[in-house]
Structure formats: structure tokens, C-alpha cells
């Protein structure tokens, strides 16, 4: 779960990281309001969007399309450059290279005081899959894409891997410092800034905190300028407040109400709906469908133990994307029964009123009377054998390539 | 000989008294696994009935493993207190026998819960954590046999493939493919599709490299990570029986997690392409489809004189 760089900030902040002074407003007036309340002469108006390369980003007219600005993070040097600036972000669609080309309406603004700075660093904590740890990297190149930083020059990039059992340790943090270069009170602040963001990653359940960039004022004290923080979904039952942080403008709704049913569903661009029990399956079956020449429309598992209720809940979010020709439905029954699957099915195109073609493949626990049931039914239902079979008789029957 | 869980393995089962645990407990017993109890905290001296016959139930794993001599326990405990109980198991297992094989099916556990926890494992060298998020470890035997976990039973078959996975009805498909071809299981291990895991491929790989039963292996990846490369880079130096390859996710989109928690394309590393070029630069013989794991594992054997 992301959350926008205003609410990082904040949770930055109650952790002891120092970050810059700066307020979050929803409207023009909010906005000018805010720059007369910090008092600073420079501020930084910030388009909030859930996706990184803002600065970078260009701005259009919802509907028309028209240019309005680029880059969505701009310097203001007067009252008039914030009224103008907001005046151009809040509303209008905000395309970066994360965010694709339907880019992302900007409804938050973030003015936050200008600072003094000497140097601009690179931060992240993240869980490093490998090493089964939290990971902290840190690197002189900051502000640029750290990606980039990655491939063409490795060596600048230093990582510190800690011990759960251990914590942060303090060598650790000195050796970090030291590589970028940090002495004296510049040093003592990076590391007490570590320290604040560990405990941070680990109490809030963070799966990443990126700072880019992390800075060095001209008074070497160390302060976060930017924030990107996504939390681990697994861990929000014992953090209440993520309700409140949670930005739904930001999600897909149709994939909110699937998770809410207990389905994991992906939207995607093609004109084949899938519906599978399993997450591997799910994505194998993807990939066969485009083997064979077609495209899937999303990514659909409906867990191990799907009900009735939720292969009809699955169809309805499936057939609610306009796009969708066709639908396979691959099932392997473990624990969930084939008649079962195929009860839900019938029961789903029945009240659907089903009209696209569709092509079922069953395997597994009651194989035999899930098909028997398929076939007693006079729906027009195509059963296969098997998966190949399934998606080159899915790709055939909407007039693809087969 | 089979891989870590032998057919006559005594399995303890995690959260014995909960919905989830004692059906799965249940379809156990009826497979032929030696379940000997389970444990559920607060509920100990109780029984619970699985198959028509009664099951003793444990306040601690301590008390359970002393009592029963388990070799292996299988959890089944919601995700708020699962990675505890992976760690109960293997202070338990270690303090009692100093060996034992944890099984953990619980999905949705927090990342960093299970980054203690499987420190917590690897600290104590003679347990090993299987999972989570996983559907376990199974050893099929002439009769029966050992389920640990939510696999269906029935389709698998004593035999000498091994296969290694990361997802559940994936880890199914690629039994019934090898079913297909006549062929049975040494043993199917589910390493589970969470970020941070017990065992890993490479173990896996290596036990099957060891076990006289198995002859030939079937390994299962997805999008994430590069655990599937590492594997493939070590089986190219380690392994000598043949292994048939397939990583499920070439169509999914980067940044976007599908389904399990691993499987996210970060930054454009982790895809299904490169993982796939990872398996055939290391010799494995991949399948763009599961459903030609089969075909291709024949060809294979036939290759190696096997078939």
C-alpha cells in the first residue's frame, strides 16, 4: 500500500527524521494560504500522485488532452508563482514515466519551505528478498533515478544489510556515512537519522521508505526533502490508521472490490477475461492464452476455498471491463471441488445472462462431475482438457489467432 | 528415501482445533499420514476426532514433541500469530530432538514477522522451515503415504520426480503432467510465494541431487525476485540429474503484485524472460506451457537413458 509524500513526511517527522516545514492543501486557496503561513520566501509547490518521476512529469487538460505545464514539482519564488503553479497541478492530469500515458489526476498539493542545500544523497530501506533482511542503501548520487545510478555506476551505491535479531548496529551506520562522504556533526545527524527511519521501517511495517533526495543543508544537518513510503499489506490488521492513510482515488475500484470478495483481480489490456484458483495458475494461464495469440484482460485467482457467491462476483468483475470478448475459466481442484466450480459457473452465466463465449477447463477433485454437470446444462459452455487446449479454443472462438 | 519427509513421517499438526486445521488434519488422515496430535494453546488435553479416530491436543510444542516425537508439524494458525508459531516449533523441536521440519501454510503473514522468524530457524541449524504460504510437502508411498498440507492426495503417485515450486495449483499441474507420462513423485515440495521464505530452491535441488529415489526434478518459478536465477546458476554446477523448468508470469505487468505477495516485477527485475533465460543457460529444458511440462520432462528422460 502507498501512501503520498505529504503523509510520509508526517510519519518521517513523529519518527524523529527531520524533513521541511510543509503543508498539504487540496485547493488553490489552501495553497496560498499555506505560503503565507510558512513565511518562506522559496517554496516548493508538489503534485501528490502515488508515482515517482513528478518532477520530470508534464501536465494536460483532463479531457482535452491540451499541455498545461511541465513538470509537476516546481520552485515558487513569489505568491503569484504558487497561485499559478497550483492553478496549473490541482486538477490536471499528471503523466510521468511510472504512471503510463492515462497518467493520474492530481487532488493534492504539497507547499513546503525551500532549504539551504550542500549535497543531495540517495536513501532506501527495503526488505532484501535474498538476504531475508532489511536492506538500507544509500548513495552520493541523489535526485537521480537510482536505476540508472545501479547499472551505469554499482560503486556508488553502499549497502548495509541488518540482523533482525541485532538492529541497527552503530558501526553500521558510521561505515554508511562514511562511504557518502559525511564527518563531524553531518555524520552524527545522518546516523541519528538512520536510526529514527529503521525503527520507523520496522514499527509501521514499511516494505519501502525511499529518500530521494536526502540532504545535507549548507548547516550540515541531514533532512529528508522527498518521501516514498509503501507499507505491507499483510500487516494491516495491527495498524488501524492506514484506513485514514489509504487514498482510494489512487486504486483501481473494480480491484478494491475484488480484494473485499477475497479475490485477487489485476486489470490488464486485453479482450480474454480469466478466471483460476491459484496465483501461479493464474499467471500461467496469461501466458498461455498470449502463447496461443490472444491477450489476457486481467488476472483473476479466486482463492482455494471460492464459494458459489465468489465465482459470481468473479464473473460480474470480469464482464464489467467492456473490452472482454471472452472468458476461460481454468481450475485446478484441490481442496475446491470441481462440482462446486461448476455449479458456480452455471449459476453465474445463468444470472449474468452470459453472452461472450466461454470456455471451461477442469482438473482435479471431481473432475468427472464437474463435467458431467457442465454438460447437462444447455448453456453454451466449451469445456477442454487442458490448458493448451483451453486457450487456443478461448483465442479461436473470438476470431484471434489460433 | 525420499526428501526430508519420509513416508512414515510423524506429523504434528498446528492449530488442530481451528476450521482450517482440522479439515485439512482430516483429509490428512485419510491420505495416511501419521498424524499424531496437534497443538492449539489453551485447548491442551482435549481430543479431536479425524477420521473416526481421536487425536490428543497439546497446550505447547513442547510438551507435544516430547510426547509424541514428532518429526515434522504443519501449521495452520491465522497471520497474526503464524510467525510465532514457527518459532515455538523450532525452539521446541530443537530444545527436544535438536531436529524437525516445520510447515507453514498460513498466507498473509507480515513481511518482517517472517524475517524474524526465519532467523529464528536458521539459528537453529538441525529444523527447517518449509513455506509460507505454501501448499506444503508431500511424499507419496505405496500405500498412502506423507501429505503435510493442503495438496489434493489423490492425484500424486509414489515415484522419482521431484518437483519444487512456488505456487500451489502450479505445484498440481505439474504432478498431473507428470502423471501423464506415467510417472510418480519422490517427493513435491511447495516453497510457498512469499518475499521472505524458509527453504529455498537451492536446498531443494540439493536434497533431490542426494536422494537415491528421485531421478529427474520439475522446477516451478514466477515473476519476483531472483531466487530462480541463483538456482539455475547452482544446478548448472551441482546437479547432474535433469531438470524441467517453467516460470509462470511473462504476461504480467511491472509494479503491479499478482496475487502472492513475491511476485511483483521491481524495476523491471524479476521478469518471467529473464528467469526462463537464466533456466536454459544452466542446461534446464524449459516449458512455455504447463501443459507440455509433461512432453518435455519425457524428452528429457529419454535423454538421459531414463525412459
Known amino acids: ?402 | 528415501m525420499a526428501v526430508w519427509i519420509q513416508e512414515d513421517a510423524k506429523v504434528l499438526v498446528q492449530g488442530i482445533t481451528g476450521k482450517q486445521g482440522m479439515f485439512h488434519a482430516d483429509k490428512m488422515v485419510e491420505y495416511g499420514t501419521k498424524i499424531v496430535g496437534g497443538c492449539t494453546p489453551g485447548k491442551g488435553g482435549q481430543t479431536v476426532d479425524l477420521q473416526g479416530n481421536s487425536f490428543p491436543v497439546w497446550n505447547s510444542m513442547f510438551e507435544a514433541i516430547e510426547e509424541s516425537d514428532a518429526d515434522a508439524t504443519v501449521i495452520y494458525v491465522p497471520p497474526p500469530f503464524a510467525a510465532e508459531a514457527i518459532m515455538e516449533a523450532a525452539d521446541a523441536f530443537d530444545s527436544v530432538k535438536g531436529e524437525g521440519v516445520i510447515v507453514c501454510i498460513t498466507e498473509g503473514i507480515p513481511t518482517l514477522d517472517m524475517v524474524k522468524a526465519v532467523a529464528f530457524v536458521d539459528n537453529r541449524p538441525g529444523v527447517r522451515l518449509i513455506g509460507p504460504n505454501c501448499p506444503g510437502i508431500i511424499t507419496p508411498g505405496e500405500q498412502g503415504g506423507a501429505k503435510i498440507g493442503i495438496m489434493p492426495g489423490h492425484i500424486h503417485a509414489k515415484g522419482r520426480i521431484g518437483i519444487v515450486s512456488k505456487s500451489g495449483t502450479l505445484t498440481y499441474e505439474a504432478v498431473a503432467q507428470t502423471m501423464s507420462i506415467n510417472e510418480g513423485q519422490s517427493t513435491c515440495i511447495g516453497i510457498g510465494g512469499d518475499p521472505v521464505n524458509g527453504t529455498g530452491f537451492i536446498e531443494c535441488l540439493a536434497a533431490f541431487e542426494a536422494d537415491p529415489q528421485t531421478e529427474a526434478i520439475v522446477m516451478i518459478g514466477e515473476i519476483g525476485g531472483n531466487a530462480e536465477q541463483e538456482a539455475a546458476a547452482w544446478a548448472a554446477e551441482n546437479v547432474t540429474k535433469p531438470i524441467v523448468g517453467f516460470v509462470a508470469g511473462a504476461t504480467a505487468p511491472p509494479g503491479k503484485r499478482m496475487g502472492h505477495a513475491g511476485a511483483i516485477i521491481s524495476g523491471g527485475k524479476g521478469t518471467a524472460e529473464e528467469k526462463f533465460a537464466a533456466f536454459e543457460a544452466a542446461g534446464i529444458a524449459c516449458a512455455k506451457d504447463p501443459s507440455e511440462l509433461g512432453a518435455v520432462l519425457l524428452e528429457s528422460l529419454k535423454e538421459a537413458g531414463l525412459r
Open chain 1, 1 to 402: 500500500m502507498n501512501i503520498h509524500e505529504y503523509q510520509g513526511k508526517a510519519l518521517l517527522k513523529s519518527n524523529g527524521v527531520p524533513v521541511l516545514e510543509g503543508v498539504h492543501c487540496t485547493s488553490i486557496e489552501a495553497a496560498l494560504k499555506a505560503y503565507d503561513d510558512l513565511g518562506s520566501k522559496v517554496v516548493a509547490v508538489k503534485s501528490q500522485i502515488h508515482a515517482g518521476g513528478r518532477g520530470k512529469g508534464t501536465l494536460y487538460h483532463p479531457e482535452t488532452r491540451d499541455h498545461v505545464m511541465d513538470g509537476g514539482v516546481k520552485i515558487a519564488f513569489s505568491r503569484e508563482e504558487v497561485e499559478t503553479y497550483a492553478t496549473n497541478i490541482l486538477g490536471n492530469l499528471l503523466v510521468t514515466i511510472q504512471t503510463g500515458d492515462e497518467g493520474k489526476i492530481v487532488n493534492n498539493l504539497y507547499i513546503e519551505s525551500g532549504c539551504d542545500i550542500a549535497h543531495e544523497y540517495y536513501l532506501a530501506l527495503l526488505v532484501d528478498r535474498e538476504k531475508k533482511s532489511v536492506l538500507i542503501m544509500a548513495s552520493t548520487e541523489g535526485g537521480m533515478d537510482i536505476e540508472h545510478v545501479a547499472e551505469h555506476t554499482p560503486e556508488k551505491i553502499h549497502k548495509v544489510s541488518v540482523d533482525p535479531n541485532s538492529g541497527l548496529l552503530g558501526y553500521q551506520k558510521r561505515d554508511l556515512g562514511m562511504a557518502l562522504g559525511l564527518s563531524g556533526s553531518a555524520l552524527r545527524s545522518f546516523g541519528k537519522c538512520l536510526s529514527s527511519m529503521y525503527s520507523m521501517f520496522v514499527n509501521s511495517d514499511c516494505a519501502m521508505v525511499e529518500i530521494n533526495p536526502l540532504v545535507r543543508t549548507a548547516d550540515d544537518e541531514i533532512v529528508a526533502l522527498d518521501a516514498k513510503v509503501s507499507f505491507d499489506e499483510n500487516a494491516e490488521f495491527r495498524h488501524k490508521n492506514w484506513d485514514d492513510l489509504r487514498d482510494l482515488s489512487e486504486e483501481e475500484d473494480v480491484e478494491i472490490r475484488a480484494k473485499e470478495t477475497g479475490l485477487s483481480y489485476v486489470k490488464l489490456d486485453g479482450n480474454i477475461g480469466c478466471l483460476v484458483n491459484g496465483a501461479g495458475l493464474a499467471m500461467a494461464t496469461m501466458d498461455v492464452i498470449k502463447l496461443y495469440g490472444g491477450e489476457p484482460a486481467n488476472f483473476l485467482d479466486v482463492g482455494g476455498g471460492a464459494n458459489e457467491e465468489q465465482v459470481k462476483t468473479a464473473f460480474s468483475i470480469i464482464l464489467e471491463d467492456p473490452n472482454v470478448k471472452g472468458i476461460l475459466v481454468n481450475i485446478f481442484g484441490g481442496i475446491m471441488r470441481c462440482d462446486i466450480i461448476a455449479r458456480g459457473v452455471i449459476a453465474a452465466t445463468e444470472a449474468l445472462s452470459l453472452e461472450v463465449p466461454l470456455v471451461v477447463r477442469l482438473a482435479g477433485t471431481n473432475v468427472d462431475e464437474g463435467k458431467a454437470i457442465l454438460a447437462a446444462s444447455d448453456l453454451n459452455i466449451h469445456p477442454a482438457d487442458d490448458l493448451a487446449e483451453g486457450a487456443q479454443r478461448i483465442v479461436a472462438l473470438i476470431g484471434g489467432v489460433a
